[in-house]
């Protein structure tokens, strides 16, 4: 009987827990002015104010199966942005923009986040 409770536990927990993307992780993570064949065109953590557009650039390896990342930007602690990207192999570059208005100086952060909202990297920036 205890063994059969035991197998029973262990099967809810398999059910109950989360699907994890192992292996997945970000092997190269930029903020950049600028994506150019598919890659960043510079790597900068310090960015006028007047910037107007920035990209958030991330390679993506480890993922055994189609998955996504999602790049949730914020200023400050608000959040502003989220956007949700697909990964379709094992070795995958992609990125998203987001537009920077004139005022929104400060401290920024973009955090790159498996399917299972799991934090894989964080790629802080200033605007000045």
Not at 7 to 32: K, Q
Not at 58 to 66: C, K, L, S
Not at 86 to 110: E, F, H, N, Q, Y
Request: proline fraction near 5%; glycine fraction near 6%; charged fraction near 20%.
């Amino acid at each position: 009987m205890r063994t059969l409770q035991l197998l029973l536990v262990a099967a809810l927990l398999a059910v109950s827990a989360p699907v994890s993307a192992a292996g997945l992780t970000v092997s190269e993570g930029v903020i950049t002015t600028q994506i150019v064949d598919r890659a960043p065109v510079d790597a900068v953590e310090v960015f006028p104010a007047s910037v107007g557009k920035l990209y958030c650039f991330t390679r993506v390896v480890g993922a055994d199966e189609a998955t996504t990342v999602t790049h949730v930007w914020y200023r400050g602690e608000t959040e502003v942005a989220r956007i949700q990207l697909p990964v379709k192999s094992a070795d995958w570059r992609t990125w998203s923009s987001k537009t920077i208005l004139p005022g929104w100086s400060g401290a920024w952060r973009v955090e790159v986040r498996d399917a299972e909202n799991a934090l894989l990297q964080t790629i802080p920036f200033t605007l000045q």
